[in-house]
């Protein structure tokens, strides 16, 4: 029994330290913020293949999550170089009249406005 504690202790700090020797220490310095667009029609599957590589390759944005929730890209970007609307006027563009997909701004507790320190502590 004491074996296999032990066991489970060494994975656990061999896994701590592996995340702790990879972790980049330029992606702690930028904030990062996630964006969700929120796509309906009947071609917004294949509108979605379309715009996933299109918006990986726009400056400031380092993910693209179209699996997670059905209908809906998720966009992990940095915080202050690209808005929602930057990427919504992006993704519009690229698809401009040939797809019926609507494309439209998120807004849930995925994007929730940020409060800053004062507003927190007036509530």
Known sequence: MLNVISARFALLTTICMAMFLFHSPTSAAAPKERIALMLSGSQCQEAQQVLEPILRQTKGVFAVDGTSVPGHLLLDVEEGTISAQDLLTVAQTTLG?????????????????????????AK
Not at 97 to 121: V, W
């Open 97 to 121: 009249t040939a797809l019926s997909c609507q494309i439209d701004i998120m807004q849930s507790c995925i994007t929730a406005p940020k409060h800053t320190g004062a507003e927190a502590s």
